[in-house]
DNA sequence: TGTACATCAGTGAACGCGCGTTCACTGATGTAC
DNA sequence: TGTACATCAGTGAACGCGCGTTCACTGATGTAC
């Protein structure tokens, strides 16, 4: 669909309003999202945003989505990088690159990983669809290596809790992943350690303790990978 | 030491004001910890604080360093609820009290681990001793184990990249662990993973995947201590 | 035991900032005939 | 091609809030002789 002059003009300034709350985060923290000083910065008296975006509200969320999906395509690029068959680089590729736009994007990590803003409330049924993008990704390449026979077939999952397993495999018929069961563990077990050392990183705990955060990262996706029997060449 | 009626009641007034803004914390985020509006729920006026704390952010590092202590006490407490030569039961132990507490505290828990308070900056020289408490207890347990002849003598932590191991060498020394590097390895592998967990149940990312975090938690400290040769009885 | 003085808790006004949202409005741009 | 009207971007004042910090002060409590 093409748009009109005006409609141009204005998806332009949506995106600069957007551009620079971002700035203000990675200043000032996610709760400096401010209409007003946004308004002081463009030029503009604080109202005319309201022709923008209806509310304080509607701009968190806007930019929580912008934030998932960025961060997803990031994943996703990275994916794409890797030869279809070589399950290991694309998950190390992937999880990387998680961990380089967190990084470079520390402030919108924190917006949609860390603390929550106050007295803001996300509609989920518009966030969630885009926070889910990145790991689908990671799944999605595990389900894969499995149909080829490349995962190893470890008992691990097997002796998940029975109302755990019956609970996830349930939310894998609900949210429609189309995959087992084994390498939606594995993707959560992975995952989640993998959130963690990012996170440790971002606050300074871990830097002090281990030194260069990203060796210490790559060494334990390597061992990950290695205990599904995915092997680095 | 003992104290004069009126640093009795200093210290009293101390531990009030630190309560109501653990309350506000709770209730609007860590970014909501204000003189003015702990002021107002006490009945004084704000500039009456400042005879107990010099300044906002002064109140702050008192409530991260309470706050790293009062996990480090749970952590503690757990540890020495379990036979000690129990090792698998007091890892289990101490690691359900750090989720138990990071769910009970969510707020605390936010402001040491989570998004930092915009313009804020801790003196590490007194935030960090009382960060590490929680976490030397962790490693201890696991130094014991290795004493013991407990431990599994994998052989990841020799392939760790030779400048990260030397630097975990030299930070074992410097913070005065005095423990072998394997154990503290497998200590940071392991803690990067179960705090990711927590905060990713905690920011209502995991629930909607696993059903039952605390389960699913407990079904990954298995997982981990079993690699390390530690079996629950 | 009584008194003088020092210490301390708390007040109230002020400074100089910040915020989101509503309302009635002006003036430019685009559109339909 | 020219004109009337609708649409839209942006203004400016106002409402009712919030914040940390400094300053000169009052009045009660504790202490030393």
Redesign the pocket.
Known sequence: MTL????R??EN?REEIKTIARK?MQEQGTT?????????DM?????????????????VTALIVDAFNALADAMEQADSSQPREEYAERLMAVMLAYREWAIQNSADFQLIYGNPIPGYHAPREITVPAATRGFRVVVGILAEAMANGKLRSSTDYQQLPPHVSAYMIEMIERDGYNIPLQPMYFGVSGWVKMHGMIMLELFQHTPPVVGDPEEFYRFEITNILKTAGLVLK
């Open positions: 009109s002059r005006r409609e003009l204005r300034t203000h400096a999202i401010s209409l007003r000083a946004i308004a002081r030029g503009l008296t604080v109202t005319a945003l309201y022709r923008y975006f209806p509310s304080h509200d509607e701009l």
